[in-house]
């Protein structure tokens, strides 16, 4: 008789999907890691990827204890990938003493994925101020409300946490200042497509030593 977990390793093993991605050659990239990512933010739109800007952030404690969770990218320029959070979170924490972090966003309906690692950063508070005050009215109860990544007695504990939230936005409560935006300054952006026989194509934006930004093949 087969266990369930022997069988289930049998199908894990047996899950395999053929990558056949046009390829990704040097002289299709564009001049920049910001114009080729959103060349391909735009195309992982058009092929239906369910949350374009969903990124996985991966973080570290100073003696390398690593976490990772997803978030959601808000904006995005020159100067990097710009998320918001809790800063009194468990990421915010690993960031504010390990201030670097690493981003995927697996693209996998379009056989894409992209990978950044960078410094971290906050960004201006005025920016900070201005997403919160665009932000739904439940997404700002949210972020008044909840004291994330600490443990709580009870759902009761988090109604009642919401309730006097909503109690102080509509006194005219303003960001928290435990809450804000936080920016990966990329020094690697690399962009990933799936091919035949798992033989893809990486190629990677690397800034060197000298400032300028050096696009290298990597092995699948």
């Not at 101020?129 to 988090?158: K, T």
């Amino acid at each position: 008789m087969i266990h369930p977990v022997d069988d289930l390793s049998l199908r894990l093993s047996a899950m395999r999907r053929t990558y056949e991605g046009e390829p990704l050659d040097e002289a299709d990239l564009a001049p920049s890691w910001l114009d080729q990512f959103v060349r391909w933010l735009d195309q992982a739109v058009a092929g239906g990827e369910a949350e374009p800007n969903a990124m996985i952030l991966a973080t570290s404690t100073p003696d390398g204890r690593p976490s990772a969770r997803t978030v959601l990218l808000k904006a995005l320029d020159a100067r990097g990938f710009v998320f918001f959070t809790n800063l009194h979170s468990r990421k915010g924490r690993e960031i504010a003493d390990n201030p670097r972090a690493a981003l995927v966003f697996p693209w996998l309906d379009v056989r894409r994925q992209v990978v950044v690692e960078g410094a971290v950063e906050e960004i201006d508070p005025a920016d900070s101020d201005a997403y919160f005050a665009g932000r739904p009215y439940g997404a700002q109860v949210g972020a008044l409300a909840s004291p994330q990544s600490e443990v709580v007695a009870s759902r009761e504990e988090l109604e009642r946490r919401r309730a006097e939230a909503e109690r102080r936005l509509a006194e005219g409560a303003a960001r928290p200042a435990h809450w804000g935006g936080l920016r990966v300054v990329p020094d690697s952006v690399e962009f990933w497509q799936g091919r035949a026989d798992r033989f893809h194509d990486r190629l990677r934006y690397r800034l060197g030593p000298d400032g300028a930004w050096h696009v290298e093949r990597l092995a699948p």
